[in-house]
């Protein structure tokens, strides 16, 4: 197991959160430690796609570590160098432009804010529902940004939601490792079937 000190952040993308957790549960098998890191929205809010309080404690159990769930347990992040790489998975549109923007008002973004302060490299696998439209402009900020990688991604559905983009999870942890070296993983953008 390789020591790399990894940030695994989950924000309201509720049908995507197994998919993450799945990435999680591999980032685990290869790296220690790692802290886990929901929004306020991913704690609080039970969906069809399972119970809050489930999935937090899934995450608990995989990382060994309670998960940071608040504004205050994340500022720390920055101070303490706490984190070599944060990976977000899966980021909102809502979080990617609050990301572009410089809004730090929720766990995940000050978590982000905080990391990035440090020169160190932050992963996004983007799965929101505006990513052509409303997101578009934060997205190419956000591209533009040092130490800000992206998880190749495409669009999910282009005939039934053609402004959708959704990150190809199973290249997460290749995405991490190219990051580590200060490289986007190519091709960013990926047809998706």
């Known amino acids: 197991m390789e020591q790399l000190k990894l940030g695994f952040a989950f924000c309201g993308s509720f049908c995507t959160l197994s998919q993450g957790l799945d990435i999680l549960e591999q980032a685990a098998a290869r790296y220690t430690p790692i802290v ?5 929205r991913v704690a609080a809010t039970d969906t069809r796609f399972g ?9 608990e159990r995989i990382c060994g570590r309670r998960v940071i769930s608040t504004v205050e347990q994340a500022e720390p ?3 303490k160098a706490l984190l070599d790489v944060l990976v977000i998975c899966p980021c909102t549109g809502n979080t990617l432009a609050k990301l572009a923007h410089g809004i730090t008002d929720s766990s995940v973004t000050m978590a982000a804010k905080a990391h ?3 020169g160190k490299p932050l992963v996004i696998a983007l799965s929101t529902n505006d990513g052509l439209s409303a997101a578009a402009p934060n997205l190419g900020t956000l591209l533009a940004r040092k130490n800000v990688y992206f998880v190749p991604f495409g669009q999910d559905d282009c005939q039934g ?7 190809d999870f199973t290249q ?6 190219e990051a580590r070296r200060g490289r ?3 091709p960013l953008l990926i047809e998706r079937r």
Not at 172 to 177: D, H, R, S, W
């Open 36 to 40: 886990p890191i929901v929004s306020e």
């Open 51 to 59: 119970n809050a309080h489930d999935f937090m404690r899934e995450m």
């Open 77 to 79: 992040i920055g101070p």
């Open 116 to 118: 990035l302060r440090n």
């Open 161 to 167: 939601k053609p402004t959708s983009l959704v990150a």
């Open 172 to 177: 997460v942890i290749q995405t991490l490792e």
């Open 184 to 186: 986007q993983l190519q």
